[in-house]
């Protein structure tokens, strides 16, 4: 039996993402106490006991001709004892159903590797988000005053200077600010800190791994720019020895360098056009892993 959530199952629920995902006790109390909404949340039940979920958060597709109401498809997750039965297609098929029911036009994910790009291809789903990922080595910026210092920034302005910047993409995945809100609360319970600078109005999403800092997302345009992010960086963390940065796959930074790569899939669930151009290659960043 498939139905929404409630509150009832939460413990099976961190039980499948504990199980599938190898996420731990303290993740889990963040998440179902910051994210988690039964609204949101397709169980697969079996003798009253859920035994693989599927989660639908809200976003929006804007394109050159429209915004479309849209569904990003997040951890879609079945326990090991109940797999290889096609439980999670069947998820995913009402899933769709109850998004076209509620005219959502459009459903997005990101294939948690490169396999699943044909899985989800079977599935009707197509490619279309890309991303560019530039490698630095730390370094300090000249332009930047040994007394400026990252500020806080607050949910409507994220999203202004976010709009701001992804409208060159023609094409890309907005979230509401209650997103951006757990996309920073989540980044600092990992460790890392959304960095804004006010001067030159630019954030950037940072989490640190062992040795290196990655920048899930950022909103800088200039090289000057992106050497006083790096500065910012080192000061944060200063055992960096690489900055991965990652860009919506249009940015005209440093264009001759990096590599870009397919990242993300959309269906349409509505008679829907994109109007995409031909060359356009959409955006969909500050997703959950």
């Not at 169980?43 to 035994?51: F, K, S």
């Not at 769709?96 to 989800?120: H, M, R």
């Not at 006083?228 to 860009?247: A, D, R, S, V």
């Amino acid at each position: 039996m498939i139905r929404l959530a409630d509150n009832s199952m939460i413990a099976d629920l961190r039980q499948i993402r504990k199980e599938c995902f190898g996420e731990d006790e303290a993740y889990l109390d963040f998440y179902f106490t910051q994210r988690f909404r039964p609204e949101y949340t397709l169980v697969y039940l079996e003798n009253n006991r859920a035994v693989a979920s599927l989660t639908m958060l809200p976003c929006t597709l804007v394109t050159p001709r429209q915004s479309i109401p849209a569904s990003y498809i997040y951890a879609v997750a079945t326990l090991p004892a109940f797999q290889r039965r096609g439980i999670s297609a069947q998820l995913s098929q009402k899933a769709e159903e109850l998004l076209k029911s509620q005219d959502i036009g459009a459903a997005v994910l990101v294939p948690a590797s490169d396999s699943l790009f044909t899985f989800y291809k079977n599935q009707g789903y197509a490619t279309l988000f890309y991303r560019r990922k530039i490698i630095q080595p730390p370094g300090n910026s000249p332009l930047l005053s040994s007394s400026e210092k990252p500020m806080d920034i607050d949910m409507p302005q994220l999203f202004k200077l976010r709009e701001q910047y992804l409208v060159n993409s023609e094409c890309y995945i907005q979230w509401d600010m209650e997103a951006l809100q757990y996309a920073k609360n989540e980044c600092e319970f990992n460790g890392g800190k959304l960095i804004f600078i006010h001067t030159y109005n630019i954030y950037a999403f940072c989490y640190p791994e062992k040795d290196a800092v990655v920048v899930k997302e950022t909103n800088v345009e200039k090289p000057a720019h992106l050497g006083i992010l790096n500065t910012h960086i080192m000061k944060l963390f200063p055992h960096t020895q690489t900055i991965t940065i990652y860009f919506p796959a249009c940015s005209s930074l440093l264009p001759e360098e990096g590599e870009t790569a397919a990242f993300g899939m959309w269906k349409p669930l509505q008679d829907v056009q994109a109007g995409l151009p031909m060359d356009c290659r959409p955006y969909i960043g500050l997703v959950l892993d």
